[in-house]
């Protein structure tokens, strides 16, 4: 049986795992992030003892291929991540500033060049420092989760989406605040912003030593400036919800719903990225995936791994949301919503919400890996994206609902005082 047969059977008839090995693969494959090289996307050992089962609880407690493995390949792989995210860290942080400056025009009708400057330098340097901090962090993740033998596609990118936030608005604070100090400095924010912009020819360079990076240079520009476009709805619908009082309390919870969302939806797209490089190769589906949209019970009702890994993120939604809830509630006490309504609703937003990304990440990961597209590049910035619009549009909307529930309520509790005095 040659390896194109073997690798259109379902998993299970050549008694194998539905996931994939912890150990050694050498060498780079064709999309420059964690893949596997073609010669070796079937094992050459003996079937179902070279590999064993991911079970449900590894799934809970944590598949990735381990291109970095070999020392030989490491430097070359992870300068060439880091050159690549430096380039569009400092392109897209310079565009999420102008993004920013041009809807604050629309809605306030003017344009604070001075303002301008600011927000421009503050946004490329906090974005050059945040990806460089994250890179580096991943890299010491990743190896380390190899070493100790645990998944890095469950670790790896809940870590990156949490710090990520954290990280990225600490030091968008403090460069802020740097700025504003010196906004006397009439060169000060020009030069910043010049001065990054013009390291990234430095960049570029670097990232050209690895082939399969240099091509997502060339072609992953447009998940991420996409990916940002929709957010951007997001911020909107908070920018015109934050300072009514229906929505008292909302700044608070949208973080969280949005991180949650966005952390397992990556996850998700991660291990069916993973597994399909495992299976298959870029442009051909495994037989049993040929379905661009397939039926949302074979996604989540399964015993597929695919189908086993979502529903065990789709069970952490409500612990995950409660747990959050309760620090919030303990920390801002009556500044927030805490009716019964309320969390039902909230809970229940969260759950529509990662269900319908688990959804789209199945069906859009098989739709870019039939384009032969790296699922991880084109896929994780439109759901993550496409998170934080839905996130925030059903948090919106459990706000209202629960505005207007208490709302009815209290007016029904003032009419019958009222009418048992007649």
Known sequence: MDGTETRQRRPEELVLPHTLSTGRLPTVSGDGLLCVPESQRVASKPLGTELSRETTLSIGLQANTGQI???????????????????????????????????????????DFAKMELLCASSVITAFLAAFALGILMVCIVIGARKFGVNPDNIATPIAASLGDLITLSILAFMSSFFYKHKDSRYLTPLVSIGFMALTPVWVLIAKQNPPTMKILKSGWFPIILAMMISSFGGLILNKTISKEQYKGMAVFTPIICGVGGNLVAIQTSRISTYLHMWSTPGVLPLWMKKFWPNPCSTFCTSEINSMSARVLLFLVIPGHLIFFIIIYMVEGHAVPNSKTFVVFYLL??????????????????????????????????????????????????????????????????????????
């Open 349 to 422: 937003a969260g759950l529509i919400q990662v269900t319908i990304l688990l959804y789209l990440a199945e069906v859009m990961a098989r739709l870019m890996w039939h384009q032969a597209l790296d699922p991880d590049n084109h896929c994780i910035p439109y759901l993550t994206g496409l998170g934080d619009l839905l996130g925030t549009g059903l948090l919106a909307l459990c706000f209202l609902i629960s505005w207007l529930l208490r709302s009815k309520a209290e007016l029904d509790g003032i009419s019958e005082p009222v009418s048992g005095s007649l």
């Open 69 to 111: 493995d070999d020392p030989r390949d490491q430097h070359r792989v992870i300068s060439s991540n880091l050159a690549l995210i430096q380039v569009q860290a400092t392109v897209v942080g310079l565009l999420a500033a102008m993004a920013a400056l041009l809807l604050g025009a629309v809605s306030r009708g003017e344009l």
